[in-house]
């Protein structure tokens, strides 16, 4: 079994910018955005900021 330690920079690093819309990377929500969400991502939106969900839902 291999057991290469990680380096504390590489497990610390930026997530990708391919992996927004997985909790890994906020995002800029607008109504567009918002329309191309899926049911969890909207959840998660809905619970992390209510007022702006609230105010993108009109």
């Known amino acids: 079994m291999d057991t290469t330690p990680?380096?504390?920079a590489a497990?610390?690093?930026a997530?990708?910018?391919?992996a927004a819309g997985t909790g890994a990377?906020?995002?800029?929500?607008?109504a567009n955005a918002l329309a191309q969400m899926n049911y969890r991502e909207r959840l998660a939106f809905k619970r992390q900021d209510p007022d702006a969900y609230?105010?993108?839902?009109g």
Do not use: G, S
């Not at 997530?15 to 391919?18: D, I, L, M, V, W």
């Not at 990377?25 to 607008?30: F, K, R, S």
């Not at 609230?54 to 839902?57: G, I, P």
């Open 25 to 30: 990377a906020p995002l800029a929500v607008d």
């Open 6 to 8: 990680v380096p504390a």
């Open 54 to 57: 609230a105010a993108l839902r």
């Open 11 to 13: 497990a610390q690093a």
């Open 15 to 18: 997530p990708a910018p391919y």
